[in-house]
């Protein structure tokens, strides 16, 4: 308990920005009620309004396998009115069952993400949010550790003074913030884009919990090359083994897997921006070692990258990418990949070079 306290303070305290009568929502299930409840009672100790979703066990699958064509082409109004009006917003992520959605159509699950597109936009323009991962029974299974095991885990990422930073996070930030050439190299990788004029971002705590990583957005129409995923993407519910892409003039123009492949392809054409990409995120996470199928903490693994398919991150600048999806894939750099910056090696085979 009290390191579950320790977390609802970081995401109270230090994460958010909540003053008083702030309405703050926070998003949560059965599995995370005990960290809902201590952030719940910090939101009133600010003087602010804490609001809890909760979602049932089950929701999903019953909604996608229940909805009609009306409630998903079309988003909730009230969740609209709600997000204009909150401040801020703490969305937690734990469930006992992470393979929910498997046999869902993905094309439901495509249509979904659309309509709630100008909600999200609201919610990433207030940048006053944040995702914390929790342990559950599901979550454990699928990393192979106990539950014990997994607590230990996850605490161990989360549980940090994120107020101190570290230096290769400033470091890569000042290469990236003057750079405008980007290649990535490694199995069955060559890749090449421009970031030329856009901000990075020092990914501390403050809008994901665990943290650690430094990301940036891509010139969309500037990518070009191939890149082979190591680790499986998971989106939806669903996971994509061994992805592999290859881009033309930033757009993706053939797509392959070794399983699930058609829901790959689905989610890519789900609108015009879900085929270019939208980031550039490189791991730095020391604590974050082993890949355990959930993104929040596998985009953090040390010495990886992720490069987005979808939407792009306001506060990286004008002239990133606009989607309803934003997919994060993950690729390992320790054995044989590179990072260039303007020519310039600055990661290779699992080692810094800055």
């Not at 969740?79 to 069952?97: H, R, T, V, Y």
């Not at 792009?312 to 044989?336: Q, R, T, V, Y």
């Amino acid at each position: 308990m009290e390191r579950t306290k320790r977390l609802a303070d970081i995401l109270v305290n230090y994460s958010l920005t909540i003053k008083k009568d702030d309405i703050i929502i926070i998003q949560c299930d059965k599995a995370s009620i005990p960290l809902a409840q201590e952030c719940y009672r910090l939101i009133l100790e600010r003087g602010a309004f804490p609001r809890v979703k909760f979602s049932l066990p089950g929701q999903q699958y019953i909604y996608f396998n229940h909805a009609k064509n009306n409630h998903l082409t079309n988003m909730s109004k009230l969740d609209l009115e709600e997000m204009k009006k909150s401040a801020g917003i703490i969305m937690i992520k734990s469930s006992d069952n992470t393979k929910e959605l498997t046999n869902i159509d993905p094309k439901k699950v495509a249509l979904k993400r659309k309509a709630n597109h100008p909600i999200h936009k609201i919610r990433w323009k207030k940048d006053n949010w944040v995702i914390v991962g929790y342990p559950s029974n599901g979550q454990a299974q699928d990393a192979g550790m106990s539950l014990e095991e997994f607590e230990d885990f996850v605490f161990g990422a989360t549980n940090i003074d994120w107020n101190k930073g570290r230096k290769i996070e400033t470091k890569v930030k000042k290469i990236l913030d003057s750079g405008k050439q980007v290649r990535i190299v490694g199995k069955e990788t060559d890749i090449t884009f421009s970031i030329k004029g856009m901000k990075s971002i020092k990914s501390e705590g403050k809008r994901n919990v665990p943290d650690g990583e430094v990301y940036t957005c891509p010139i969309p129409k500037t990518v070009n090359g191939h890149i082979f995923y190591d680790y499986p993407a998971i989106y939806g519910g669903k996971e994509v083994t061994n992805v592999r892409l290859w881009f033309k003039n930033g757009k993706v123009v053939k797509a392959t897997a070794d399983n699930n492949q058609d829901y790959l392809k689905e989610m890519i054409t789900m609108d015009k921006g879900a085929s270019y990409l939208g980031e550039l995120g490189i791991g730095t996470n020391p604590g974050i070692h082993k890949f355990i199928k959930s993104i929040l903490f596998d985009e953090k693994i040390e010495y990886s990258i992720h490069l987005a398919l979808g939407n792009s991150f306001p506060e990286c600048g004008k002239g990133g990418n606009e989607s309803a999806l934003h997919w994060d894939m993950i690729k390992d750099l320790k054995k044989g990949g590179a990072i260039y910056i303007d020519g310039k090696c600055i990661q290779k085979n699992g080692k810094w070079l800055i």
